[in-house]
């Protein structure tokens, strides 16, 4: 992720998909005030962190080159990498790059002589998983010799559940929701946060006296409250990674490491010792894995 001003520019709000000199499907997509750059395919070892290399680093520049020559891009203005691992199907010398994305179901006899069928998922990716898991669930009423009742197929769930499907219907929902108290932007930033669950975050902000982190406009006092409790926060790196885009786009700073970790000390009931813990875990795991250095402000 970059903090670049005139790549940003450049991209004119929409996203460069291309392939690039070696044949590896890769793009730039400006999100919000930062650009996301990638994507490489390299064999994982298990053994090592997955995390994004200088090698493929110098593979993103090239490719920012290869699009916009005139455009100079520094490791400086690096805000955030990260690196995930796909399982493939098992393959040859061919480069993962060229390897499915789909995914298959392998049928087998269960071993011993039972008659029982073992099924097994080959391949897969989080944008197909609900098509993917309703696959699986259909082979498995087969083999149970019952038939499905319902589909998921088009079943919005969670915040999906009633969100607008129209620019218009999004700026009347926010404004629909807008206090004296409470802008278009936070507003905003819980409804792309939350979904139209954000209704249940405004409620439960409104149960008592909040305010807004010192560190930050978008997060406050209640709201990490509520995450504490209904998001399945348990460490601090969670409410950084999992339940915002903070690190993601480069905004985690020492002071908002210690505020956040502050509230979630009394809301998940961790002592002193517990909080700095946290703290130092959170920046280990910035720095580990997302080559994101944060000076914490504790001695």
């Not at 930033?189 to 249940?200: E, H, I, N, Q």
């Not at 995450?227 to 985690?252: N, Y």
Request: net charge negative; with cysteine.
């Amino acid at each position: 992720m970059l903090d670049h001003p005139e790549l940003l520019e450049a991209c004119n709000g929409r996203e460069i998909f291309f392939e690039h000199t070696d044949g590896r499907i890769v793009l730039i997509y400006p999100m919000g005030d930062r650009v996301l750059v990638g994507t490489t395919d390299v064999d994982a070892d298990m053994a090592e962190d997955a995390i994004c290399t200088d090698a493929e680093i110098d593979y993103f520049f090239d490719l920012i080159g290869h699009v916009f020559p005139s455009i100079d891009v520094a490791r400086e203005q690096i805000v955030y990498t990260f690196s995930g691992v796909r399982p493939l199907p098992k393959h040859d010398a061919t480069q993962p790059g060229f390897v499915s994305r789909d995914y298959r179901i392998e049928r087998a006899p269960l071993s011993g002589g039972s008659g029982a069928v073992v099924l097994s998922l080959v391949g897969g990716k989080w944008t197909t998983f609900r098509a993917l898991a309703e696959h699986l669930s259909n082979e498995v009423l087969a083999v149970l010799g019952r038939e499905r009742k319902v589909s998921t197929a088009k079943l919005a769930i969670g915040g999906g559940a009633g969100f607008p499907e129209s620019d218009a219907g999004i700026q009347q929902w926010i404004k629909a929701h807008m206090t004296d108290g409470r802008d278009a932007d936070r507003i905003s930033g819980l409804l792309t946060r939350y979904g139209t669950r954000a209704s249940d975050v405004l409620e439960h902000l409104d149960g008592g006296p909040d305010r807004l982190l010192h560190s930050t406009r978008e997060l406050s006092v209640r709201e990490l409250e509520f995450m504490a409790g209904q998001e399945q926060i348990g460490r601090l790196i969670d409410v950084l990674i999992r339940r915002t885009s903070l690190a993601f786009r480069g905004l985690v700073t020492g002071e908002l490491l210690n505020e956040v970790a502050d509230v979630l000390a009394g809301a998940l009931g961790w002592s002193a010792e517990e909080k700095a813990a946290e703290i130092h875990h959170a920046q280990e795991v910035l720095e580990r894995f997302h080559g994101v250095q944060v000076h914490s402000l504790v001695a």
